[in-house]
């Protein structure tokens, strides 16, 4: 359990020191692992990363950019 985190703190989970979202392939966002629109993400459309704070900027590269709703990596 990762616990609770608050608004505009990235998704950790504390045991493995990684930051934890999720990828929409198809519109390139990325949300944090609570956002509300996570549920609505098909099971081929979605990615669940954890990675390192160099690895979740290596995707703003790939041309993700943050969800709209739970502005993903802010």
Known sequence: DGGPTTEGEPTT???DGL????LKKSSK???K???S???NISPKNRL?????QEE???LFGQGYTNCGSCKGTN
């Open 13 to 15: 989970m504390p045991d």
């Open 19 to 22: 930051l934890h979202f999720v």
């Open 29 to 31: 966002k990325i949300h």
């Open 33 to 35: 692992t609570t956002c």
């Open 37 to 39: 629109s996570v549920p």
């Open 48 to 52: 669940d990363f954890a990675g390192t």
């Open 56 to 58: 979740v900027e290596a």
